[in-house]
């Protein structure tokens, strides 16, 4: 029995960290996609994790909230920050710095 709940909790980790590297995988190319077609600089070439936590939402039901940061530029010098919010895989949201 207990290498039963040992399989399965390697299972449920593995399955999640699947779905983490999906999400980071869609937010990166969210934020680059988003910088080329606005004509911005994408700095650093990716997206960083900056909070996840459990969340519901009437539409979309239960599951984790994850909220990416990643950095532009306008001009080559200024940096700005953007943000991604996903709720599970789906992206709920993309923020840009308005100024």
Known sequence: ???????????????????SQQCHDTAVELARQTCKHQGLQF??????LKSIRP??????GP???RTYTFDYSEDGVDRHSGCIIMHNAQVASLLLDSE
């Open 1 to 19: 029995m207990a290498s039963l709940t040992l399989l399965l909790i390697i299972a449920l980790l593995v399955w999640f960290w699947q779905v």
């Open 55 to 60: 969340y519901f939402s009437r539409d979309n």
């Open 63 to 65: 599951g984790l909230k």
């Open 43 to 48: 700095l650093d070439g990716t997206a960083t």
